[in-house]
């Protein structure tokens, strides 16, 4: 019986074969065949099996994959949808390689797929109290300085405990320094056999100093690097194969030999015997090529620690105490005792705990390590904070507004945390070619014996097994899988700290091809913060403090930019406020509601139209004197009659002109898109020198102008703030919105200004560029690496330069292979963007 099954979950080429695997162990099943692109597994069984069966099968091995029938639009519900561990930080690892794409592990080990020690996540948490403990009796302990109630000793700090990363660096430093000190001895000893007079002799024959080699090699073999053993046996055991897999096959050849050459030297040809007798061993070829892979993994464990050096640095922002008002009191608090709309006061030089706004007092702030701008913000009362920037020199109060997790730092730091574990779209290349690769390099290898067996000088076969563990050790696959990772780590984090949040890693391979680049007008070109300028009267019967009391009304519940502005003007201007009912927003038109039984409407002409009230001439004359300033003018109805207007100005961010010169230089067609009319269009284009523009657009207008680029072979980004840009957000290549935006339009976006500020999107661009450059030349060394090392190490330099590649030159090579991958990703800590 065959049967086709859809299968949900698989992000790569390791997931297909975990999935084949893990299906090909339920008992009568013959055979599985899963196939990555369909994201279907054809079963091959004995007897119909339930799909019931296959189903706990998967969910037992920890849920990450689904399979269900074919067609079958699986929705999964909250109840019986199976969660991953959350990702938490401490405790939580990941593969550096993201073999099965994020999947995340509860403890740690190495991958199941490549063999690579599973890294820790970095913990999230914003702040931890410092906490004091007695020397003497460790069981005290106190949330501040003080001395012991047992003894009267002052107490000390409490350590923090050992990370899982550096217990792992400090565990291999213990086994690299014991490979060491016994793989030294045996190689002094194996090296003294060049020596014509070979002082080592004169105190005992070969043989014995065979057997001392053999001795020393115990530790290292099966103490100190017996992990990779482990990791090769179940790299074959479960067809996984990977970098440990040579490594094992390679140095175990290379010991068991000289193991058997000891034990049993009469099966050996003479080929392989010295003049003594003695059977050549290679005790020191194994043992050093074993601690040479040690040593890369060492450095490469210490390496490591450096790619998510942007995240602690953001941890170490937030302050863990703050000063909090109580009764009129300063009271120093927790940072985790916070709550909504706590006063809080900043003294001068202290970090601001949490996010909120300015009640009482003025200062300057320092945001740079938010939105990578080095000039201090002038704040005053009224004016937003965010956890984590500097105040300056004058102490101001505040009140909380988004505490503990809400916080612009807390979800900054989630951001980047998620978006370094994303997976580009270029990696797929690796994952194709490793899938290939060790059965490859394992075949090289047995060729590289027979043509030397065949053709090679004599000793023959020496020369031959030598160079087989040569090609075996030399052969890296590692390289090619963190040839990405690394780098979209790294540069994720550069971007956090020049304020640019990127969400995951497809964003900042699109970006690097971006040729046409979307902007919305309100809130991205201009500042975002209108003002009411004037309100005219079309009605005899109604004057303007009439208009605007049913202005403020409709307006009061309304969260748009243009509504606030108007309910902060009406405030000003001691304007009634009556209440509405019925109220409705019509996105992209304005607003309405019922207010003392009259049907008012607000907004432009296609909501005058919607509220079947017609505009005269007379009136869009009067609108367009405002709208050629750059100024926009809503209307005003009452009962489907058009009553007055409200004209409101909002300025042009003073970096926009320039952002947008910037943008089309670098070979970008920039399109202006908004909702406003033509003429304020017209105005605000002119003053940006922007041939291209649009106007009166409402959402679905942005999302099909998105879609008609799309059709023409234009690799598109929008920027955008409000609610009404999230479609086309969502439908773009890459959606950028501005921090200072609504929350639907950052969710709906890719990569997300914290600034606001179209010059991120110059920022954003650069570091895409700088990113996709150093992914592609670590993908380029490791495979030119590769395509180089394992023909050297075979031999092909032997009949012309007589040249051979030793098994311990190889291994020292294919340990900084990956340890050079991992140092070119960092320098893009360095990259100016």
């Given at each position: 019986m065959k049967y086709s099954y859809h299968i949900h979950g698989m992000t790569c080429n390791g997931c297909r074969s975990h999935v084949e695997d893990t299906l090909s162990k339920v008992d009568g099943v013959s055979k599985v065949n899963v196939d990555l692109d369909k994201a279907e597994a054809i079963i091959e069984m004995d007897k119909h099996i339930p799909i019931e069966t296959f189903q706990e099968t998967l969910k037992n091995d920890g849920g990450r994959y689904s399979i269900h029938h074919e067609g079958e639009h699986h929705q999964h519900s909250e109840d019986k949808k199976e969660k991953q561990p959350k990702r938490k930080g401490a405790g939580t690892f990941y593969c550096p390689m993201h073999c099965e794409g994020d999947k995340i592990y509860d403890k740690s080990g190495d991958c199941p797929v490549c063999g690579m020690d599973l890294v820790e996540e970095q913990n999230l948490s914003i702040a931890s109290i410092e906490q004091w403990t007695c020397p003497m009796h460790p069981e005290i302990v106190k949330d501040e300085a003080g001395s012991c109630p047992i003894c009267g000793m002052d107490l000390v700090p409490m350590k923090a405990d050992l990370s899982a990363e550096e217990k792992s660096y400090k565990k291999l430093l213990k086994k690299f320094w014991i490979a060491t000190a016994f793989t030294l001895p045996i190689f002094l000893i194996a090296m003294s056999e060049m020596l014509t007079n070979n002082p080592l002799y004169d105190i005992m024959e070969q043989k014995y100093w065979n057997w001392i080699q053999f001795a020393l090699s115990i530790p290292v073999v099966f103490y100190a690097t017996w992990m990779f053993f482990e990791r090769a046996y179940r790299s074959i055991k479960t067809w996984n194969l990977n970098m440990f897999t040579l490594i094992g096959i390679g140095a175990g050849v290379a010991w068991l030999f000289s193991v058997f050459g000891m034990f049993f030297p009469d099966i050996f040809p003479s080929q392989f015997k010295t003049e003594s007798g003695a059977v050549h061993v290679y005790f020191e070829a194994a043992t050093v090529i074993l601690t040479l892979v040690l040593l890369g993994q060492l450095l490469e464990a210490r390496a490591h620690s450096k790619t998510n050096s942007a995240v602690k640095e953001l941890l170490k922002l937030a302050p863990n105490k703050a000063i909090k008002i109580v009764n009129g009191e300063e009271v120093e608090v927790s940072i985790d005792d916070i709550e909504l709309n706590d006063i809080l006061k900043v003294k001068p030089g202290d970090k601001i705990p949490v996010d909120g706004v300015i009640t009482e007092g003025e200062t300057t702030i320092d945001e740079s390590m938010i939105t990578g701008e080095p000039i201090p913000v002038n704040k005053v009362n009224g004016d937003i904070v965010s956890s984590g920037t500097i105040n300056g020199n004058q102490s101001f109060l505040m009140k909380a507004e988004k505490v503990g997790s809400d916080t612009l730092l807390s979800q900054i730091i989630h951001m980047v945390n998620d978006a370094s574990r994303s997976r580009a779209?270029?990696?797929?290349?690796?994952?194709?070619?490793?899938?290939y690769f060790v059965p490859?390099?394992?075949?090289i290898s047995l060729i590289t014996f027979a043509v030397w067996a065949?053709?090679?000088?004599?000793?023959?076969?020496?020369y031959a097994f030598v160079n087989a563990i040569a090609v075996l050790i030399i052969a890296c696959p590692c390289a090619l899988g963190l040839a990405t990772p690394m780098s979209v780590m790294v540069g994720v984090g550069r971007g956090a700290q020049n304020g640019v949040l990127i969400k995951n890693a497809e964003a900042l391979e699109k970006m690097d091809k971006v040729n046409t680049l979307i902007v919305d007008k309100t809130g991205t070109i201009?500042?975002?913060?209108?003002?009411?300028?004037?309100?005219?009267a079309f009605s005899v019967t109604l004057n303007e403090k009439e208009l605007l009391k049913y202005i403020v009304s409709l307006n009061t519940n309304s969260e748009h930019p243009l509504a606030e502005a108007t309910v902060k003007y009406g405030k000003e201007h001691n304007a009634e406020i009556?209440?509405?009912?019925?109220?409705?927003?019509?996105?992209?038109?304005?607003?309405?509601?019922?207010?003392?039984?009259?049907?008012?409407?607000?907004g432009n002409p296609k909501m005058m139209e919607f509220a079947k009230a017609d505009i005269t001439s007379k009136m869009k004359d009067e609108a367009k004197s405002y709208q050629k300033q750059g100024k926009t003018v809503s209307y005003l109805s009452i009962n489907e009659t058009v009553v007055g207007y409200v004209v409101i100005g909002d300025k042009i961010?003073?970096?926009?002109?320039?952002?947008?010169?910037?943008?089309?230089?670098?070979?970008?067609?920039?399109?202006m898109l908004t909702g406003d009319n033509h003429d304020t269009a017209l105005a605000v284009a002119s003053e940006l020198n922007l041939a291209d523009f649009k106007a009166s657009m409402l959402p679905e207008d942005k999302l099909k102008e998105v879609e008609k680029l799309h059709k023409v072979g234009k690799v598109v980004a929008m920027?955008?703030?409000?609610?009404?840009?999230?479609?086309?957000?969502?439908?773009s290549d890459v959606g950028i919105a501005m921090g200072t935006g609504t929350d639907v339009a950052i969710e709906s976006a890719m990569i997300t200004l914290v600034k606001g500020d179209l010059h991120g999107i110059i920022k954003a661009r650069n570091l895409s560029h700088s990113v996709m450059k150093n992914i592609k030349q670590n993908l380029f060394f490791a495979l030119i690496y590769n395509t180089l090392g394992v023909p050297i190490a075979a031999g092909v330099l032997f009949p012309f330069f007589g040249i051979l590649l030793s098994p311990m030159i190889a291994a020292l090579a294919m340990s900084f292979s990956s340890v050079s991958v991992i140092v070119n990703a960092l320098r893009l800590r360095k990259a100016k963007i």
């Open positions: 779209p270029i990696q797929n290349l690796a994952d194709k070619v490793s899938g490859i390099v394992v075949l065949i053709w090679g000088p004599e000793p023959v076969y020496v201009t500042e975002g913060r209108p003002t009411v300028e004037t309100v005219g009556i209440k509405s009912e019925n109220f409705s927003a019509v996105t992209g038109k304005g607003v309405k509601a019922i207010i003392n039984d009259k049907k008012v409407a607000l961010k003073e970096t926009s002109a320039k952002a947008i010169k910037a943008i089309q230089d670098k070979g970008i067609d920039v399109i920027a955008g703030d409000g609610i009404n840009d999230a479609p086309a957000l969502a439908k």
